[in-house]
């Protein structure tokens, strides 16, 4: 795939929705599922809408999602955010990811245990459209 081809994610596909919270700050992440079981978009509510903070995150999401689906594998975009350090930074309530050090090293934690070669398929699947 040339960086001028996009993965187009298909209508009705399946996705991941995982609540997680990093000290004091509660969000979900949703995670889109392509029709080969890999992420190809994702998405984080976080508990303090309309803040810089929640804007700061959807702008991730989008540039993150349009990386994957524009042929960057999912182990360069974990490299490239997994241990980025800001607020909200500490213990999180996912037993497999005690500590986090911002949001961002905890979606790519997440998405590397879950999603990696060598992860299980997630339990959590469920069917969610576009």
């Given at each position: 795939m040339t960086p001028?081809?996009?993965?187009?994610?298909?209508?009705?596909?399946?996705?991941?929705?995982?609540?997680?919270?990093?000290g004091s700050y509660e969000g979900?992440?949703?995670?889109?599922?392509?029709?080969?079981g890999q992420p190809g978009e994702i998405f984080i509510?976080?508990?303090k809408e309309g803040s810089t903070l929640s804007g700061l995150i959807q702008g991730f999401c989008r540039a993150f999602s349009l990386?994957?689906?524009h042929g960057l594998s999912l182990e360069d975009?974990?490299?490239?955010?997994?241990?980025?350090?800001?607020e909200p930074m500490g213990p999180t309530s996912n037993p497999s990811i005690p500590e986090a050090s911002?949001?961002?090293?905890?979606?790519?934690?997440?998405?590397?245990?879950?999603?990696?070669?060598?992860?299980?398929?997630?339990?959590?699947?469920?069917?969610?459209?576009?």
């Open positions: 001028d081809q996009r993965l187009v994610m298909p209508e009705t596909r399946e996705s991941v929705t995982h609540k997680f919270s990093i979900y992440l949703t995670v889109g599922l392509f029709h080969t509510k976080m508990s990386c994957l689906q975009a974990v490299a490239r955010f997994r241990g980025m350090t800001f911002s949001i961002l090293d905890y979606v790519a934690k997440y998405l590397e245990l879950n999603f990696s070669e060598d992860a299980r398929v997630p339990a959590e699947k469920t069917t969610a459209s576009a």
